[in-house]
Nanobody
Framework: QVQLVESGGGLVQAGGSLRLSCAAS????????MGWFRQAPGKEREFVAG????????EYTDSVKGRFTIFRDNARNTVYLQMNSLKTEDTAVYYC?????????????????WGQGTQVTVSS
């Protein structure tokens, strides 16, 4: 069983930046697709970004394209989400999750291990 711990959230003004980290322990995630999701109050959890096992493929939801970058360091068993030009609508709890082994997926139901989440609040 893998444990995922997110960090790096906080309060930032619109236009600012944050970098989220997701550290995995208990098992390696180096052969798995990893993803970032978010959930705002009253809304469903949504896919934000995903990266395949070796980092050569990444996909983003349309609203964050050009602003967010997902990357990973398999030697450190860690996945990151660099968030630039933040908007108030990016405010949410951000979750890291492990997807399928070797197969790339953006479907929420394909992710079986989740972190506890980290709050990102963007003020105007």
């Amino acid at each position: 069983q893998v444990q995922l711990v997110e960090s790096g959230g906080g309060l930032v003004q619109a236009g600012g930046s944050l970098r989220l980290s997701c550290a995995a322990s208990g098992n390696t995630v180096s052969m798995y697709t990893m993803g970032w999701f978010r959930q705002a109050p009253g809304k469903e959890r949504e896919f934000v970004a995903g990266i395949n096992w070796n980092g050569v493929r990444a996909e983003y939801t349309d609203s964050v394209k050009g602003r967010f970058t997902i990357f990973r360091d398999n030697a450190r068993n860690t996945v990151y989400l660099q968030m630039n030009s933040l908007k108030t609508e990016d405010t949410a709890v951000y979750y890291c999750a492990r997807g399928r082994r070797l197969l790339f997926t953006t479907t929420v139901s394909d992710y079986d291990s989740w972190g506890q989440g980290t709050q990102v609040t963007v003020s105007s």
